[in-house]
């Protein structure tokens, strides 16, 4: 039976070639068609480079080099050159060995070494073409990106994969580029942000190591440098890397490689902790530990570190995207000092949206450390309360209070309670000065080696700003639905917000004006919950009471008008301001953005009409004109799924492959109107909410034949989402 199911097996992966090979034989075969063919298995060796060149979407880019005089003379060429050497020629490499570590004591410079076994069998007569090639690549590189070269970058490595598909030098190197800029974090060298990121991610899967590791102190940056700089491939056999590579570009997820990072690391954790040699020796062991991986391991290694990234909070990625792209999408790079942080950070909005969801995922179980007085004035309804003062103050009972808390957590998941979540969150104020307490107990969990252990970016003061941007104007939708209060403290709210907005304003607007409304409500009414605040609550023996509003809100009149099946005038929707509409338009509002103006077709991803207009997700599909503010039309077209518009822009000299131009959830859509002299063409408007109204972040213009249909389909879809978003 056994040797049946081995015979079934081979079938199925010879069938997956053939289909695979088909696919691109044909021509217009995108990322998601490989996906859905290969299912992240290894690639076939003589597909390897189609498919590469798919995932890294440089299939029809032109020769970046043609236009370069070819000129090899940068300051440290003579090192650029001897690095291309050793890559491809592993006898003269054999041979210069002494002279090169001569020369190192000479000049204190560091040169990279290429494992012999591992070296690329290349032909005596095309060495000196692919010498050339190579070098041509990472000199052309530093002289177009203005970058000093140094051995130490591991460019040698990142290339040696590609270098063994055998591509053409303009394959090369728009495979090599594309992998700089995709895949290869900004600042990868010696204390750069990404490993202090990475630190932050093995404190909250695996407390004891990263505990361990940081009193040996050995930091990320001085084993993992080159895993993360080459991708594995500065340690890893030719076939192990490229079966690596074949799984990762698939994914199509920069940060993946930080999870297979951490995969390494849980895999020799019992080895690292047992270990008694000295800090050089296990710095050797961590840094050399890929190369013990096998092509059998790689299967397990991708499905450990899914389960990894599924246990993950989205802020990981969110919070850190700038990390990976162009330089231009760094500029508003995030200022936070991961070199500083206690624990991993998680924005206020993951934590309202993540106990909402069903089924799995990373769910929060959160534990405001504010003082009594703040949280009985005001506190997310579903969070424990420690009162890290206590600490200090009364050990005994902050001892019994974390006792509790655990125990809180452990029922709360059980019961499959909204307030449950295997993942600790702890909440303060916001302020550096007041959550000086909050900070000691989150280091007191992380002393115990508790993992999933993470902290509300900007504390409670981030929180109301957050629910203040997305708040509608409509009592039934305020504050009531996150905050809760203990009645007998409500004149106290004031003391938890006392100070500046974080806006740093003082008119009246913003968190500060909202907490003014709040506090009038508590004054003047309050109504009693149907169900309690979840009993573990501390501090209080008084029943918990929802904050209502019933405060004058504006003008109806003087609101936009809503457009439903049943012209719903007025009614407000959570976290989306009420001014959807549809209407004329006399003219372009020019001063307004236009988002697809700002696209970088290096960035885009390549995708097949066809397949995309099939997905079983895709309502609808109008073909329809892209229409610039000069005046240029693009031929495209608008798909609409249950919560998103995309606009897939044809690839003229591609023939059914189009770019994804543009991706917008339904629910920012915040006008639609049409020219009265030209009804087919239809100006979407998307943004989203603040206290000083509504902020347009993205304006987009289609031609769209029977332009009547599409936007009386596409506001319908509008509405449903809407709906479910009021529910």
Known sequence: ME??????????????????????????????????????????????????????????????????????????????????????????????????????????????????????????????????????????????????????????????????????????????????????????????????????????????????????????????????????????????TQAIWDGYLQQADPFFIYFLMLIILVNAKDVILAQESDKEEMIKFLETSPANLDLEDIEDLFSLAQYYCSKTPASFRKDNHSLFGSSLLGLKDDDTDLSQALCLAVSVSEILQANQQQGEGVRFFVVDCRPAEQYNAGHLSTAFHLDSDLMLQNPSEFAQSVKSLLEAQKQSIESGSIAGGEHLCFMGSGREEEDMYMNMVLAHFLQKNKEYVSIAKGGFMALQQHLADINVEGPENGYGHWIASTSGSRSSINSSVDGDSPNGSSDGKGVKSLVNKMTVALKTKSVNVKEKVISFIENTSTPVDRIPFNIPWPDRASLERHVSSSDRVGKPYRGVKPVFSIGDEEEYDTDEIDSSSMSDDDRKEVVNIQTWINKPDVKYNFPCNEVKENGHMFPSHLLVTATHMYCLREIPSRKGLAYIQSRQALNSVVKITSKKKHPELITFKYGNSNTSGIEILAVERYLIPNAGDATKAIKQQIMKVLDALES
């Open 3 to 240: 040797p049946l199911k081995q015979s079934e097996e081979v079938i199925r992966e010879i069938v997956k070639e053939k289909d695979l090979a088909d696919a691109l034989e044909e021509g217009g075969c995108d990322l998601e068609t490989v996906r859905n063919i290969i299912q992240g298995r290894q690639l076939p060796a003589d597909l390897r480079a189609k498919v590469w060149k798919i995932a890294l979407n440089v299939v029809g880019k032109g020769d970046s080099l043609a236009s370069w005089d070819g000129s090899l003379d940068l300051p440290e060429q003579s090192i650029i050159h001897k690095d291309c050497q050793e890559l491809i020629d592993p006898i003269g490499a054999i041979v210069q060995r002494n002279l090169i570590q001569f020369l190192q004591k000479a000049i204190n410079t560091v040169y990279i070494s290429v494992p012999i076994s591992d070296q690329l069998s290349v032909p005596e007569e095309e060495k000196s073409v692919l010498l050339l090639d190579i070098e041509s690549v990472i000199t052309f590189y530093c002289k177009s990106r203005n970058v000093k070269y140094s051995s130490c970058l591991g460019w040698i490595h990142l290339l040696k994969p590609l270098v063994h598909l055998r591509l053409p030098r303009s394959d090369l190197y728009n495979c090599f580029y594309a992998i700089m800029n995709k895949f290869i974090p900004r600042d990868c060298f010696m204390k750069g942000r990404p490993f202090h990121l990475f630190r932050l991610l093995l404190q909250y899967h695996e407390p004891e190591l990263c505990s361990f590791l940081d009193t040996k102190k050995m930091t990320p940056d001085s084993y993992a440098l080159n895993w993360l700089g080459s991708l594995f491939s500065y340690y890893c056999s030719a076939e192990v």
